[in-house]
């Protein structure tokens, strides 16, 4: 007789509650939406485009924070409806949003970068210098306040990158500003600013990257399937593994599901808890959906015809080892 089993656990706590995220989040906003009104007022004072077009840069930083507070928000929304897993990723979204948003910064400093190496323009050193290090200062505290957060969410992640982005671009501004006002060579700030680019590059791709394999349904990096399909066939009584798909809900929070065939006359959820187990405490698969059947005769036939994926059999007919051979009824 077959048997099937359906296990969960539900391990998905992180070191750092929600609430305690959207406290530093929100602290890190404050701090950037001040900045940004006083560089917009010295801007305009001094007459300063590169100032106004700083507070710019600033505005990205605070709306991507602002996504990510949104996001927690919904993300906390209990399962409703057809949303069965509720709207844990919306995060995705937010951290997909961000990293496309830091990658057309990017390129968009790049443009302004040649521009102005070939045409440059005149700049007020002292005052780049000023805002630089003002900045420098700012964005230090609103790093260290989202640093503190749960960065192993996605959303968390994207926002942390934009505002240490705007860090290194305050101390590449600083940088600039102090060779410019030492030397004269306008070009400085320029060479900074492709900096800057380079390193919004890299940070927008990986978060484009991982919010992608997490739409795609793609295994959490470090798990290799085969070699889990493999594994489980090596635990004594199983007979076959198919179906076997292992993904992220959302950063941070694995599943996997499987169809096991078990041979005849073994206690199909014994066999079912010890593979939990193992998901469990050796790959942090706490959320699993397990299918636990008897395989039928020596030699196992597949039970699904449209089976997903590889289909993972033990080598040699596994012996009951420490199962006990109970009849399942």
């Known amino acids: 007789m077959a048997g099937a089993g359906h296990g969960h656990g539900h391990g998905h706590g992180h070191g750092v509650s929600t609430s305690a995220d959207r406290k530093l989040l929100t602290g890190a906003l404050a701090l950037i939406l001040a900045f940004m009104a006083a560089e917009v007022i010295v801007g305009f004072a001094a007459g300063s485009l590169a100032l106004i077009t700083d507070a710019a840069h600033m505005l990205t930083d605070a709306i991507a924070i602002a996504l990510a507070l949104i996001a927690i928000r919904l993300a906390a929304r209990p399962p409703a409806g057809g949303f069965t897993y509720g709207l844990k990723r919306v995060e995705i979204l937010s951290a997909q949003a961000n990293g496309i948003t830091l ?31 003002v900045g420098i200062f700012v964005n230090l505290a609103a790093t260290w306040l989202i640093s503190k957060a749960n960065r192993s ?29 030492l030397t004269g060579f306008t070009r400085a700030d320029s060479i900074a ?52 798909h292992v ?70 007919p596994a012996g009951p080892g420490p199962v006990q051979a109970t009849p399942s009824h």
């Open 193 to 244: 600013a492709l900096i800057v680019a380079a390193l919004m590059l890299k940070a927008g791709v990986d978060l484009v990257r991982a919010s992608g394999r997490i739409f795609l349904e793609a295994a959490p990096a470090g798990i290799d399937p085969a070699a889990l399909g493999k594994e489980l066939c090596c635990i004594p009584g199983v007979v076959e593994v198919h179906d076997l």
């Open 153 to 181: 969410s996605l959303n968390v992640e994207g926002a942390f990158q934009h505002i240490l982005n705007d860090l290194f671009a305050f101390v590449a501004t600083a940088v600039a500003g102090l060779i410019v006002l």
């Open 247 to 316: 993904w992220e809900i959302t950063s941070g929070e694995p599943a996997a599901s499987a169809h096991i065939l078990v041979r005849e006359g073994l206690d199909c959820h014994l066999i079912r808890e010890q593979i939990e187990a193992v998901l469990a405490e050796r790959h942090h698969l706490t959320h699993s959906t397990l299918q636990v059947d008897h395989a039928s005769g020596d030699v196992p036939e597949l039970h699904c015809s449209d089976a997903h994926g590889a289909v993972h059999r033990a080598v040699t």
């Open 103 to 133: 990658l057309l910064l990017a390129a968009f400093f790049v443009y302004e970068s040649v521009e102005r190496m070939i045409h440059p323009p005149e700049v007020e050193g002292l005052l780049v210098l000023i805002v630089g290090v």
